[in-house]
């Protein structure tokens, strides 16, 4: 079985500073790992995934993850918000095997003030 | 570019009253999907298709039917309504089930369902 914990259910940023959405997961297979965005009234977009490869993954609109198997967080940031960013983001969990077993974390809403 | 496509995108229900959700995706997938929305909760998978020809339950498949009709289209269906089914649906598809490489999934852009 496995989980994925997002640890704040909203966060409010400032235009131009950095973005850090926290994610963390708990796996039984080695994981694949993604981040989607859910702009309002809209569906989901993948923002980018991590699958084994490079534990450092850049995604879409200069978003990136790192995977922390230490840690096991997967935790996505951006080094500067734009008006745009501001969504819902859904941290997901899949077994190795089976997309039919990803699991979403509840979402975060990023508000970014001008 | 469709991409997957889903219909009707609001419907009102009274309880007991049967429905279905319609959906299509126009890029080959094998797999289909069909999720809801709660506040708070994610997203909570109802049934998905691995193939044309087969369905299988996901985490929440009671009260909900589905058929995949051919490659392209996977429906929905309420039998007979009920206020806990009040959410917004998302249709979805992707290359392949079984892909050890944790296939990206597609989203259709969600049907929200009120029933009353």
């Known amino acids: 079985a496995q989980s994925v914990t997002q640890l704040d259910s909203h966060v409010s940023v400032s235009e131009g500073t950095p973005v850090l959405l926290r994610c963390n997961y708990s796996?039984?297979?080695?994981?694949?790992l993604f981040w989607y965005v859910q702009h309002p009234n809209k569906g989901l977009q993948l923002l980018l995934k991590?699958?084994?490869?490079?534990?450092l993954v850049k995604g879409i609109n200069g978003f990136e993850a790192e995977f922390k198997k230490s840690e096991t967080s997967f935790h996505l940031t951006k080094p500067s918000a734009h008006m745009s960013d501001a969504a819902e983001y859904f941290c997901?969990?899949?077994?190795?095997?089976?997309?039919?077993?990803?699991?979403f974390g509840a979402g975060t809403r990023l508000t970014v003030k001008p | 570019n469709a991409g997957v496509t889903q219909t009707p995108k609001f419907q009102v229900l009274k309880t007991g009253q049967s429905m279905t959700l319609q959906c299509a995706q126009d890029?080959?997938?094998?797999?289909m999907y069909w999720y809801r929305q709660d506040p708070g909760m994610g997203l909570r998978l109802i049934y998905y298709?691995?193939?044309?020809?087969?369905?299988d339950k996901g985490e929440v498949p009671n009260g909900y039917n589905v058929s995949r009709l051919n490659k392209r289209e996977f429906s929905l269906r309420l039998e007979s309504a009920a206020p806990s089914q009040t959410s917004v649906y998302f249709c979805?598809?992707?290359?392949?089930?079984?892909?050890?490489?944790?296939?990206?999934?597609?989203f259709g852009e969600g049907s929200w369902l009120t029933v009353v």
């Open positions: 979805a598809s992707s290359d392949s089930l079984g892909s050890l490489a944790g296939n990206t999934i597609y």
């Open positions: 796996s039984s297979y080695s994981p694949s």
């Open positions: 991590y699958t084994s490869a490079a534990t």
């Open positions: 997901v969990v899949s077994a190795s095997s089976n997309n039919n077993d990803m699991r």
């Open positions: 890029m080959n997938h094998n797999s």
């Open positions: 298709s691995a193939s044309e020809g087969t369905t």
